[in-house]
T-cell receptor, first 110, second 111 residues
Framework: GENVEQHPSTLSVQEGDSAVIKCTYS??????FPWYKQELGKRPQLIID?????GEKKDQRIAVTLNKTAKHFSLHITETQPEDSAVYFC?????????FGKGTRLHILP | DAGITQSPRYKITETGRQVTLMCHQT?????MFWYRQDLGHGLRLIYY???????DKGEVPDGYVVSRSKTENFPLTLESATRSQTSVYFC??????????FGPGTRLTVL
């Protein structure tokens, strides 16, 4: 089955700097790659997703890139703000189910 | 987000007892999912359902049972709870290959 690896497990960046989280997946047939943000004590919520026919997608300060050949995808957050502090999960899907990575805890330092 | 609810929100039970966690969604989404969240493991899929009366195993199905007699409900039953099933359980719903909407979670403690 699909396996999703996510790195790093913890990331600390200065406010205003950029943050990058990387994921790899094992099943080359996967074609949908969402990213979820989970604030402390709350439920995960979708922040951006990308499908395999697209190499990059942006939404304001957030962007995701996909390299199908290498089977990896990344989340980029620019101009980080305190409210970006959370756990971020990448995921991959080819059929009905979505398999998540183990998460990255992002700390924004003042 | 009020469209998907879970009950109870907190539950303490003892080893060997049967526990049922409820999930209800009002969007008429075809798909529903159960995940467990444990520190260091992220979100792991337990079971999912593509429609009423259709269910399938996820990554960690052992010790759990699901049913889906109605589109809007997807209960998860722990037939004989074990301490290793202490976790936060999230239900989610979606249409295929679209955003999954998560419920608020149920924190289950098995003593």
């Amino acid at each position: 089955g699909e396996n999703v690896e996510q790195h790093p497990s913890t990331l600390s960046v200065q406010e205003g700097d950029s943050a990058v989280i990387k994921c790899t997946y094992s099943d080359s047939a996967s074609n949908y790659f969402p990213w979820y943000k989970q604030e402390l004590g709350k439920r995960p919520q979708l922040i951006i997703d990308i499908r395999s026919n697209v190499g990059e997608k942006k939404d304001q300060r957030i962007a995701v890139t996909l390299n199908k050949t290498a089977k990896h995808f990344s989340l980029h957050i620019t101009e980080t703000q305190p409210e970006d502090s959370a756990v971020y999960f990448c995921a991959a899907s080819k059929d009905d189910k979505i398999i998540f990575g183990k998460g990255t805890r992002l700390h924004i330092l003042p | 987000d009020a469209g998907i609810t879970q009950s109870p929100r907190y539950k303490i039970t003892e080893t060997g007892r049967q526990v049922t966690l409820m999930c209800h969604q009002t969007w008429s989404h075809s798909y529903m999912f159960w995940y467990r969240q444990d520190l260091g493991h992220g979100l792991r899929l337990i079971y999912y359902s593509a429609a009423a009366d259709i269910t399938d195993k996820g990554e960690v199905p052992d010790g759990y049972v699901v049913s889906r007699s109605k589109t809007e409900n997807f209960p998860l039953t722990l037939e004989s709870a074990t301490r290793s099933q202490t976790s936060v359980y999230f239900c989610a719903s979606s249409e295929v290959k679209n955003e999954q909407f998560f419920g608020p979670g149920t924190r289950l403690t098995v003593l």
